[in-house]
C-alpha cells in the first residue's frame, strides 16, 4: 500500500486546512482492517502523534489537538482525513499519514509501518 498525503499549504493562525492521503495499492484490507493515524514533525523536533482512527471508526487525540483536530476515513475512496481548524503557528510542521499494524487506534509510532510522504502545513500568526 502505497499513502499519498496532500492538501498541506499557507494559512493564517485561526484558519482552517483538510490534509487528505489516499492511499493506492492493495488498499482493501489495510483501509477497513488496520489503523490510521496522522502525525508531524516540526524542524528541530521528533515527529510527534496526533491521532488515530480504529479499524471500527474509534478515534484518540493528542491533547495538543483535541478539539481543533478531526480525523476521518472514507473506506469506499481509500482517503484518511484530518480536518485542522482553529490552527497557531506552533500547528507549522510537515504532517504525516501512516498505517498501523495493528487494529485498534494507538499513539505509539512503533507500531505504525507504512508512512506516507508528507504535505507541508505553514500557520503564520
Known amino acids: 500500500v502505497q499513502l499519498q498525503a496532500s492538501g498541506g499549504g499557507l494559512v493564517q493562525a485561526g484558519g482552517s486546512l483538510r490534509l487528505s492521503c489516499a492511499a493506492s495499492?492493495?488498499?482493501?484490507?489495510?483501509?477497513?482492517?488496520?489503523?490510521l493515524g496522522w502525525f508531524r514533525q516540526a524542524p528541530g523536533k521528533e515527529r510527534e502523534w496526533l491521532t488515530s482512527?480504529?479499524?471500527?471508526?474509534?478515534?484518540i487525540y493528542a491533547d495538543t489537538v483535541k478539539g481543533r483536530f478531526t480525523i476521518s476515513r472514507d473506506i469506499a475512496k481509500n482517503t484518511l482525513y484530518l480536518q485542522m481548524n482553529s490552527l497557531k503557528a506552533e500547528d507549522t510542521a510537515v504532517y504525516y499519514c501512516?498505517?498501523?499494524?495493528?487494529?485498534?487506534?494507538?499513539?505509539?509510532?512503533?507500531?505504525?509501518?507504512?508512512w506516507g510522504q508528507g504535505t507541508q502545513v505553514t500557520v503564520s500568526s
Open positions: 482512527i480504529s479499524w471500527k471508526g474509534d478515534t
Open positions: 501512516a498505517v498501523s499494524r495493528s487494529s485498534a487506534a494507538t499513539s505509539r509510532l512503533d507500531f505504525y509501518n507504512n
Open positions: 495499492g492493495r488498499t482493501g484490507r489495510t483501509i477497513s482492517n488496520n489503523a
